[in-house]
């Protein structure tokens, strides 16, 4: 699988960070295997977008390669969805 996180440009390291780490762990934990990360920039998106009350016309993007369950991939899913950068 290719996961693609859509953060805010505004996230910080240390929350980019964590966020990976809590994904990476379902993974791993899960009989996953991670295979690289990519920065794929800030780039503006399609049409604004509001998450936790705020608006956003650009994103950070980041692509992570990965070999997991399907379990595993509908888990990172709830975690993205639930995090805050």
Do not use: W
């Not at 980019?16 to 994904?23: A, E, I, M, Y």
């Not at 998450?51 to 650009?58: D, S, T």
Request: hydrophobic content about 35%; aromatic content about 4%; some cysteine.
């Amino acid at each position: 699988y290719n996961l693609l996180l859509v953060a805010a440009p505004r996230a910080s390291k240390q929350e980019l960070l964590t966020t990976f780490r809590k994904v990476g762990r379902e993974i791993v934990d899960r009989g996953g295997v991670i295979r690289g990360f990519k920065n794929l920039g800030i780039r503006h998106l399609p049409q604004r977008m509001r998450r936790h009350g705020l608006i956003c016309n650009e994103a950070r993007f980041l692509e992570m390669r990965t070999d997991c369950s399907s379990e595993a991939r509908s888990l990172c899913d709830i975690i993205l969805k639930d995090e805050t950068c």
